[in-house]
């Protein structure tokens, strides 16, 4: 017989436990916050309140509450006059109605709202849950604004409001990466929120309830296309039938939530995990796929432990519960694992992912004869190891054939000059090897080389950036490396610097053009390592999160392209096309038998400042980590 004092004690987790964790999954890309209402609370009504406020607006009588005896108040008044704790959810008993009643309740509200038009329903459904306040005039929650600080990829809300979308597009600008964007359950959201799962792509806010806005901004401004405001709005659910129709009647959307749930770890924030309809599809899920590799978790107040059983949350459902005793500690968290993402200061035998490798052996050569890649989060040393003949490539500028300097080149020089590897005198002046192309520079007879991906102009200005020629580039300059004797390659990111026109994810695919081009027009194998170092985490976590195909596009001409056709009702289809090389914008749209005449083109993420008619450039080069998206003009 089983002792219960020897069974692991599943309920007692604190969030010390688990910060460690958490951090090293957020580096990972398998982070994803689902937050419910009381992310919201106090500034948007939680459920109970919600529904109330409707009914009021809609004037349907209130279920009675239940009340308390004569006696059970007698009782209460001693327990307080003897300084006894009595627990919240007795002494609130008689304020609260049952789930059961509050679900009857919603069905008459949406039988009465069923003749309403959606713009109708939706006044009602955001004036109840604004609590009389006036659109765009919410302050946001404290809780909050702590989780908008940390950049999500995908976040998933069971919220109508836009209190975290309002919090997290300003920090999500200023990081420079991709508008966040508002998906909801119709089926090309659904195809977005799978691709963002592998690929890069906007940041996404998963709203699978529904979605109002009109909170902390008024609504147009979070969704400018009125008749996507209509559709989102459309999708709010409120009644039992409603979450049945929402789960059961859509199979593209319980199975596109199955592989997040799958593939993805969930941090349950104000959210009401043990609804009914949540526990039956996290249910569902286990039962046909099994549970999944990676845990949940779930922040629960202590004050209703009661509720909660950590054994059935974790043996039938993968979520492991914390509980706090104070809902401040929400943003205590919160910000305690920002803390832990930005400086790594989570816990003291935290293992960081800081490089992936792929070999090479070199066809029909000895075993020995093979090239290794390495990507490196880490700044570009100084070329030492003299055995190893090592050597360094910077990014620099070019204007009238002189290369200039950026802040990677001078700050690598300056340490090259304090080591000894290079002269003041050489440092300020370099000298063209790649001959007729002028690519490749090098500092002196020093180890420090330096590639111009740069496009020529006639004009005396500065020559022009080029994501075409940055394979070319990087080939060439490998091709003069190796020429010097070299073997190793320690090499910065290639046209990346701050006044970049593109993101930086584009240029780094083409780096990995640039050496499978070089792989494959080598005939020399001396060089036997290429270390590409990174700076910064918004290439990083797309490598670590596997989002970049990076021994596909080190191991073959081929290239694999997304498009995204948005027709004039809105309705949207993807294409994956594959092409034997790089395409311009042209040939793409030629290859997918698409009229640019007909269509408005845009690029995410950029690669280029469009033209001073605002269209993007035909002979834009499109690289495999960029989305296509055409629109059907009107």
């Known amino acids: 017989m089983i002792e219960t004092s020897d ?16 951090a090293v999954l957020y580096r990972q890309g398998l982070l994803v916050p689902f937050i419910g209402s009381g992310m919201s609370a106090p500034s948007c009504a939680t459920w109970q309140p919600f529904i109330e406020n409707l009914a009021g607006s809609l004037g349907i009588q ?11 108040e007698e009782f209460l008044e001693r327990a307080r006059a003897a300084s006894i704790s009595i627990p919240k959810e007795i002494d609130n008993a008689s304020g609260t109605i049952e789930a059961t009643t509050l ?11 069923r003749s309403m038009t959606t713009e109708e329903r939706g006044s009602h459904l955001r004036a109840a849950l604004n609590k009389g306040s006036n659109e765009g005039e919410i302050e946001i929650p404290t809780q909050t604004k702590s989780l908008a600080s940390i950049a999500w990829p995908l976040a998933i809300t069971t919220n109508y409001d836009d209190l975290y979308f309002a919090a997290a597009d300003g920090p999500i600008k200023a990081l420079g990466l991709l508008n966040l964007q508002i998906a909801g359950r119709g089926i090309e959201d659904c195809h977005n929120v799978l691709t963002s799962l592998d690929q890069f792509a906007p940041p996404l806010v998963w709203a699978i309830q529904g979605f109002l806005g009109g909170q902390a901004r008024p609504a147009e401004e979070t969704i400018p296309d009125h008749k996507r405001r209509l559709q989102l709005a459309d999708q709010v659910v409120l009644g039992h039938q409603q979450y049945q129709t929402a789960i059961n009647g859509a199979p593209h959307f319980r199975r596109a939530f199955a592989e997040v749930f ?5 941090l349950f924030m104000g959210s009401g995990i043990l609804e009914d309809y949540l526990v039956n599809l996290f249910g569902e899920i286990i039962h046909h796929h099994g549970p999944g590799p990676l845990p949940h978790f779930a922040f629960l107040p202590e004050d209703q432990r009661h509720r909660f059983d950590p054994t059935f949350l974790q043996t039938r459902l993968g979520i492991v519960p914390v509980f706090y005793d104070n809902h401040a500690r929400i943003p205590e968290y919160i910000d305690t694992l920002a803390t832990a993402i930005k400086t790594r200061a989570g816990a003291p035998a935290e293992f960081i992912q800081d ?8 066809p029909n050569k000895a075993p020995e004869s093979t090239l290794s890649v390495r990507i490196i989060n880490r700044p570009l040393p100084l070329p030492t190891a003299i055995d190893r003949k090592e050597c360094s490539l ?5 204007k009238n054939g002189v290369p200039l300097l950026g802040q990677m080149a001078s700050s690598h020089l300056k340490a090259a000059v304090a080591k000894s590897l290079l002269t003041d005198a050489a440092s300020g002046s370099c000298s063209l090897v790649s001959g007729r192309l002028p690519y490749t520079f090098r500092f002196g007879k020093s180890p420090i080389y330096a590639v111009a991906a740069r496009r020529a102009t006639e004009e005396d200005d500065l020559d022009q950036r080029d994501l075409a020629i940055i394979p070319e580039a990087v080939k060439v300059s490998l091709q003069c490396i190796e020429a010097d004797g ?3 390659v320690l090499m910065g990111a290639v046209a990346s610097g701050p006044d970049k026109p593109w993101h930086q994810i584009h240029p780094f695919a083409q780096i990995l053009r640039g050496i499978q081009q070089f792989i494959k027009d080598n005939k020399a194998h001396k060089i036997s390592n290429i270390d590409i170092h990174l700076v910064g985490w918004q290439v990083w976590n797309a490598v670590v999160a596997g989002k970049i195909p990076i021994a596909q596009l080190l191991s073959s001409d081929l290239a694999c392209h997304h498009v995204q056709l948005v027709d004039r009702n809105g309705h949207t289809e993807s294409v994956l096309l594959t092409l034997p090389h790089t395409p311009s914008l042209r040939e793409l749209l030629l290859a997918c038998e698409i009229d640019s005449s007909n269509w408005d083109v845009a690029i995410l993420p950029s690669p280029d400042v469009p033209t001073q008619s605002g ?7 499109i690289a495999p980590t960029m989305v296509v998206m055409c629109t059907a003009r009107h």
């Open 394 to 398: 910077v990014s620099v500028g070019r």
């Open 103 to 113: 679900y009857r309740l919603a069905d008459k509200v949406i039988a009465v709202m």
């Open 615 to 621: 269209e993007i450039s035909l002979d834009t080069p």
């Open 62 to 72: 209130l279920p009675a509450r239940p009340g308390r005896s004569k006696l059970v």
């Open 486 to 488: 070299h073997e190793v």
């Open 355 to 362: 490089e992936v490798a792929f070999r090479l052996t070199y």
């Open 262 to 266: 799958r593939r993805r770890s969930l």
């Open 7 to 22: 069974l692991p004690n599943t309920a007692n987790f604190k969030f010390r436990d688990i910060i460690t964790r958490l």
